[in-house]
């Protein structure tokens, strides 16, 4: 299996627990708020559809030979998008989050050898194709997590957390002056799984600052 398939299929088993986990879902509970600040969990679902539909449009661009921009509307699109989406009952968003995913996985099984080696347009920047399914796998995780239900950064798989402290870890380095790039020990010191939930925002140790990275 090369780092394409490992991660699509990550990224498959998560949104199938996402959807598991959502099972019951009640209105109630989409206007509740999430962990996220100033968001719903309504917010939430509809940032993960979207965010799914913004990667159909890549991958299917770099399957014509076109780098696809993930949100074309710009930042202004996807906060407009999230905000109409958000406050919809429970029903629609799981249809929504099913039909999503769905498309999306569709579109990585039909993605072609030149697709899987094109480029798409992020806030960021260039991003290479063959790298969204780990991004995917990664705002799936996060997010489900994010919902504030039962779900929690300690349920990540073993092997996401493995890859993804490395990503993480690289990212924090880069961010400081030459000389000063290793993790502080409080850091190192944690659990794999707490310290990546520090890493990207989502866990505060006592005796660690913010890692400063989400």
């Not at 998560?14 to 999430?34: F, I, K």
């Not at 995913?101 to 063959?130: I, K």
């Not at 798989?157 to 493995?162: G, I, N, S, T």
Request: without cysteine; proline residues 7%; negative net charge.
């Amino acid at each position: 299996m090369n780092a394409v398939e490992r991660d699509v299929s990550g990224a498959t088993a998560a949104h199938a627990q996402l959807l598991h986990g959502l099972a019951g879902l009640t209105d109630a509970q989409v206007a509740a708020p999430s962990l996220l600040p100033g968001w719903t969990v309504g917010h939430v679902l509809a940032h993960l559809a979207r965010n799914a539909d913004s990667h159909t449009g890549m991958l299917l661009a770099a399957n014509r030979g076109e780098v696809g921009a993930q949100y074309p509307g710009g930042a202004q699109q996807r906060a407009s998008d999230i905000d109409a989406g958000a406050g919809r009952p429970a029903t629609e968003h799981l249809a929504d989050l099913t039909d999503a995913n769905s498309r999306l996985e569709a579109a990585w099984a039909a993605m072609t050898p030149p697709g899987w080696q094109g480029t798409g347009s992020t806030f960021a920047g260039s991003v290479p194709v063959g790298d969204l399914p780990f991004r995917r796998w990664r705002e799936t995780l996060l997010h489900h997590a994010d919902l504030g239900f039962a779900y929690d950064w300690s349920d990540w798989p073993a092997e996401y957390v493995r890859l993804e402290l490395g990503r993480m870890t690289m990212q924090w380095a880069s961010r400081k002056p030459m000389g000063l790039t290793a993790l502080p020990a409080a850091a190192l010191a944690l659990p794999e799984h707490e310290r990546l939930a520090w890493l990207v925002g989502r866990a505060a140790p006592a005796g660690l600052e913010p890692a400063g990275i989400f």
